[in-house]
């Protein structure tokens, strides 16, 4: 018996690194050890404590419900489970509302072992919170497209950008939440050409969901990947690799591989 290797976790520069490399990162949800630690195991670079938690985990039909206390709950139980992979950490429905709120979570969720803030949106409070969250040495991603944190005004979790209006607002929004100083941007269920431009104009590495192949890495949803009925509508970019994989650890090798390899997602798993 020997010990591991000891393994060179991926801090936030890698992020960048990684991009100008061209190797894609492939990033997970999870919300305990049990599934962390298997994820990490097996080759995810970003574990995601998401607020879609509050769907998945505690079963409401939006994230809104979802606290601070929530996410830190969840991001101490993952971290517990991760030796390799970059913790981000959602910052819930209100906790962005003001600079001084969002320090003041993203503070607790960095105490409780997250190594980057995720906040939605590009509206002026939310790029006042970006560029005080940064400046004071909290690395921040960015989340843009369908934000499901605006489902009331959305009326539903529909395609973003699509007419030509929307869609040049949301390439504004990017190069805004990087000059702002966020340093990774999700961009969640765009048309893929849409995805392909921003990827290409943005300083900051993209990670898609429902954004086609064109993004710098890929996330998905932890009950997605693992094909589960969650009692919500399936989107179309998920995709179930437990079929492929034959076990939970095989599903996310297979997850791996196929964002690395550019082979996920496919056409049928993307908007046009
Ligand atoms: N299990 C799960 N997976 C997720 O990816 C996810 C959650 N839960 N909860 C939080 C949000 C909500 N998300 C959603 C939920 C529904 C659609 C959806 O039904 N999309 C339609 C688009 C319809 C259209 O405008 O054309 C689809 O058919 O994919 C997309 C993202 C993504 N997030
Ligand atoms: C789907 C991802 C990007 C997310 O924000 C979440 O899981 O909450
Ligand atoms: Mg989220």
Redesign the pocket.
């Known amino acids: 018996m020997s010990t591991p290797a000891p393994l060179k976790p991926v801090t936030v520069p890698d992020l960048a690194q990684a991009r100008r490399e061209g190797r894609r990162l492939a990033m997970l ?1 999870a919300y305990d050890a049990g599934f962390a630690r298997v994820f990490d195991a097996n080759g995810a670079d970003i574990i995601l404590v ?3 938690l ?3 985990v505690q079963g409401h039909d ?2 809104l419900p979802v606290t601070v206390d929530d996410i830190a709950y969840h991001v101490r139980a993952v971290a517990k489970g991760l030796r390799r992979a970059l913790l981000l950490a959602d910052l819930p429905f209100q906790a962005d509302a003001t600079p001084e709120r969002a320090l003041e979570a993203s503070t607790r969720l960095l105490q409780a072992g997250a190594g980057m803030v995720k906040l939605e949106g590009a509206g002026p409070h939310k790029l006042a919170a970006i560029r005080f969250l940064a400046a004071r040495e909290i690395p921040v991603s960015a989340h843009l497209g ?1 934000t ?1 944190q605006s ?1 009331l005004r959305f009326g ?5 950008g ?1 007419e030509a209006a929307a869609a040049a607002q949301l390439r504004a929004d990017a190069l805004a939440v990087a000059e702002a100083g966020a340093s990774l941007l999700v961009l ?2 765009v048309p893929s050409a849409l995805a392909a431009d921003i990827t290409q104009a943005s300083p900051i590495p993209t990670i898609g ?2 954004a086609g192949p064109h993004c710098d890495g890929q ?6 990947v693992l094909g ?1 009925d ?1 009692g ?7 995709k179930d690799f437990l079929a492929e994989g034959g076990s939970v650890a095989g599903a996310v090798r297979a997850y791996v591989e196929a964002v690395r390899d550019g082979s996920f997602p496919g056409a049928e798993h993307a ?1 046009d």
């Open positions: 949800t998401g607020d879609s509050g769907m998945v939006s994230t369908l499901p489902v539903g979790y529909r395609v973003q699509r969640e269920c969901i429902g996330v998905l949803v932890l009950h997605d589960l969650t919500h509508r399936r989107p179309k970019f998920v908007y």
